[in-house]
């Protein structure tokens, strides 16, 4: 068992009220399958995969196994002028797993640098297309883009627009689609909604000109800002208006990638294609940082033809792109979804997760609970005069019965591996009952 650091101090810890974690931390040293190992020897079960990660569950053999040997045959090749094969087969697979023709893959590390590397390739579209004018950028209310100050930027949380301004100055945001009103306990995508995907065309549009617009940016499902799951016909409507005008679609697909709310991705389980996908988090299985922009063969092709012969077709990477360890781990993380059927096997449990969390509706303080594939949002009447406090409470309290779940303001978000039992929902949704009926005596 590792022992507890004596001193916490120096760690400046990332999305974290530091000064109460170091008076009560909470330390994980081990992790398995569904469960994590807390330093006093407990086992938590996993409701999150990690963060929206590991999608086939902790320390998967293959996937171990994989990253010790690519670290002891080559621990780092540049991605500049140079390459190594694993790189190319890693693209492979993503360009056969992607919708329609998204088959040119960008490496990056993380879905914050996804973002910032889809919007600068859109910008770079354009300008090869001879219309470099177009370099307004639209984002979502209460989309999250990750924390680089393109995602700041295009994004819609209101704390990170407090904390640090919009950094980008030519962006403007379609309003949510979070209507409790009308949607509220929906199952799946709500009926209410489309209509709202008519303000791209209605309000935006003619404020900034079509002949301005670069792209639009949205998650098929908004999960860090508390499981905002897309009315049906609303994706469907941004994409017919992208095409009318000539705008890029770009799906953040980050949290909804690799299994988590359709056959592979969000855009799968909509029927939408989009010009351009960000994934990360689940594409290593969580177990080496890594990222990728998926980017319809058009867009390739644009940028590429029209630089001169022998000269950098677009002036962007990273250090770290393509990582040999990165590449090796999600070439075993795609071998493990495909040999265990985990994306299927995803679809098929869904309907008993459906059932599971939407049991939630009727304890105390609920207001809503909505779901998609392997995903929920149970969202809680904030506390008066101490909103975040309830769901946080509830956190603590699950975390102390032995369960693992995420909050975001007063909402609960739940998003556990693929390889979750039937018994397991039972007991992760279990004690989340019980810990919310505790909570709610307060």
């Not at 407990?42 to 999608?55: E, F, K, S």
């Not at 295009?154 to 030519?170: E, Q, S, T």
Request: aromatic share 8%.
């Amino acid at each position: 068992m590792t022992a507890r650091p004596t001193n916490l101090d120096a760690f400046w810890m990332p999305f974290t009220a530091n000064r109460a974690f170091k008076q009560a931390p909470r330390m994980l040293v081990a992790a398995k399958d569904m469960h994590y190992t807390t330093d006093d020897g407990r086992q938590i079960l996993d409701g999150t995969a990690g963060l929206w990660c590991v999608n086939a569950g902790h320390c998967r053999p293959r996937i171990v196994e994989a990253v010790q040997k690519q670290v002891a045959a080559m621990d780092y090749a540049p991605a500049f002028q140079m390459g190594h094969p694993d790189a190319f087969r890693v693209a492979e697979r993503l360009a056969a797993l992607a919708p329609g023709d998204l088959d040119h893959v960008f490496y990056c590390n993380s879905g914050s640098e996804g973002v910032d590397t889809a919007l600068k390739i859109a910008l770079a579209y354009h300008r090869a297309r001879g219309e470099g004018h177009r370099n307004v950028l639209i984002g979502r209310e209460r989309g999250y883009h990750g924390a680089g100050f393109g995602g700041i930027s295009v994004g819609g949380i209101p704390a990170n627009r407090k904390a640090f301004g919009n950094m980008l100055f030519r962006v403007d945001h379609l309003a949510h689609t979070h209507n409790l009103k009308e949607n509220a306990f929906s199952r799946g995508q709500p009926a209410w909604g489309a209509h709202l995907a008519d303000e791209l065309e209605q309000r935006i549009i003619p404020l900034h000109d079509a002949s301005n617009i670069a792209a639009v940016i949205v998650e098929p499902l908004a999960g860090s800002t508390g499981v905002l799951v897309p009315p049906k016909g609303y994706l469907e409507r941004l994409r017919q208006i992208c095409d009318k005008y000539g705008l890029l679609l770009i799906f953040d697909e980050v949290i909804t990638g690799f299994g988590r709310t359709g056959p592979c991705f969000g855009a799968d389980a909509v029927g939408v294609v989009p010009d351009m996908m960000i994934v990360a988090k689940g594409l290593t299985n969580g177990t080496v940082p890594m990222g990728a922009v998926i980017a319809r063969r058009g867009i390739y092709d644009a940028v590429v033809s029209k630089a001169p012969p022998g000269t950098i077709e677009l002036f962007h990477g990273y250090t770290y792109s393509g990582h040999p360890l990165a590449t090796a781990a999600a070439l075993a993380s795609l071998d493990t979804f495909e040999e265990e059927g985990l994306f299927q096997r995803a679809q098929e449990l869904a309907p008993y997760f459906e059932q599971a969390v939407q049991s939630l509706r009727e304890l105390p303080h609920v207001i809503d609970v909505r779901n998609m594939g392997l995903v929920a949002g149970i969202e809680l009447e904030p506390r008066p005069g101490a909103p975040t406090a309830r769901a946080f409470e509830t956190f603590l309290n699950c975390y102390e019965k032995g369960v693992l779940i995420r909050t975001t303001g007063d909402i609960i978000a739940l998003s556990p591996p693929l390889i979750i039992s039937k018994a397991q929902i039972d007991e992760l949704i279990g004690k989340l009952g019980d810990a919310l009926r505790e909570v709610g005596r307060n």
